[in-house]
């Protein structure tokens, strides 16, 4: 089979960041690169490797914890990390963690190439020791029965859904109105008048349908191919999100 894979990164069982799913693919190549704020030195980042599933709850295909306090500081660390199953993922980081320095993985879910380096912001060491003073995180505790997706969400089928439709306005019918809406106020005189003229030419002479379809196409895109003429039909005020 195949799986949509991504992978959340959470500190203290909290999400961070996320990279994009792959979709249909057994061996991903993420390349994520990025930040995550760390506040604590006894947090844990964990790695969760998750399998889309549209319409229902993505399924957990593995994970793997670093401890904080096990980083060494400005040194980067790289390398393939074996992954723990779903029903590893029970109890808080520190009971797993505990449990996982004494137990070896027994079955194979896999390994994700990780490289890592911790920093502190300020630059300045001594913060780390006063770091030291803060309260221990709250960790999730997850159920004994380990990572286990309810199936069929309505809520996450919802929002798939209303994600597709925000995509399908977006990146197709919107550009397609803002084109069309161009066109006929005549913004883009050479454009309009060019268009004018093959839509009478094909009314007059039917037979040259497709000839003159291909030619307004292949104008059209010869005159989208200037940056600056996007952009200025998409600096319409109709472009612009009601959310701002």
Request: hydrophobic share 45%.
């Amino acid at each position: 089979g195949t799986s949509d894979p991504y992978v959340i990164v959470a500190v203290d069982d909290v999400e961070k960041a996320r990279t994009e799913t792959i979709t249909m693919n057994l061996n991903p190549v993420w390349d994520w690169h990025g930040q995550v704020e760390i506040k604590n030195p006894a947090s844990v980042v964990m790695l969760r490797v998750m399998d889309y599933g549209l319409g229902y709850e993505d399924e957990l295909l593995g994970f793997v914890e670093f401890p904080v306090r096990d980083l060494p500081l400005t040194t980067s660390v790289m390398g393939w990390f074996s992954l723990y199953g779903a029903g590893s993922l029970t109890g808080t980081a520190t009971e797993r963690l505990s449990r996982n320095r004494a137990e070896k993985i027994k079955d194979d879910f896999g390994s994700i190439f990780v490289e890592m380096s911790l920093e502190i912001v300020s630059g300045d060491p001594i913060d780390e020791t006063y770091a030291w003073l803060l309260p221990e995180p709250n960790f999730h505790h997850y159920p004994e029965a380990g990572f286990n997706p309810k199936g069929l969400d309505p809520q996450s089928l919802i929002d798939d859904i209303m994600d597709i439709k925000s995509g399908i306005m977006q990146c197709l019918l919107k550009p397609v109105i803002l084109f069309v809406g161009h066109l006929f106020s005549w913004r883009s005189p050479v454009l309009s008048f060019f268009i004018c003229v093959a839509l009478i030419g094909i009314g007059l002479r039917p037979e040259l349908c497709m000839t003159g379809l291909f030619a307004m196409f292949g104008f059209t895109l010869l005159w989208l191919s200037d940056p600056d003429r996007r952009m200025f039909i998409a600096g319409q005020p109709a472009s612009i999100p009601l959310c701002d």
